[in-house]
């Protein structure tokens, strides 16, 4: 997913720069930021940068999960721990789609 909006956004960057200066010059701007994009450093970047955002984001969750639990009775601070239904997925959720489609999130 990340790989598909980094791209579409060079797209759009080469499309405004492509524009001004002519077609042939979008064209090669366009063929770059393939080259850029199908880089398999460029990916594994990408991967680690996406793995790191979401270990990240489930620790981020797991402590605002936890204070509201305490602050807010109704969400059940008794000490056992209810689904909170947020709809963010498990850490082993979000590997075995990893596994599964091969791009790593």
Avoid: C
Avoid at 1 to 18: E, I, K, N, P
Avoid at 37 to 50: F, I, K, L, S, T
Avoid at 55 to 70: I, N, P
């Amino acid at each position: 997913m990340r790989y598909r909006m980094t791209f579409a956004a060079g797209l759009a960057v080469g499309y405004v720069l492509g524009s001004r200066a002519g077609r042939e010059r979008y064209e090669q701007i366009k063929r770059t930021a393939q080259r850029v994009a199908d880089n398999p450093r460029v990916q594994e970047a990408a991967g680690v940068v996406g793995a790191q955002a979401a270990k990240f984001a489930g620790a981020a969750r797991s402590k605002v999960g936890d204070t509201l639990q305490h602050r807010l009775p109704f969400l059940g601070g008794d000490g056992h721990k209810p689904e909170t239904g947020t709809g963010w997925p498990g850490e082993e959720a979000v590997e075995q789609k990893a596994r599964e489609s091969g791009i790593p999130y």
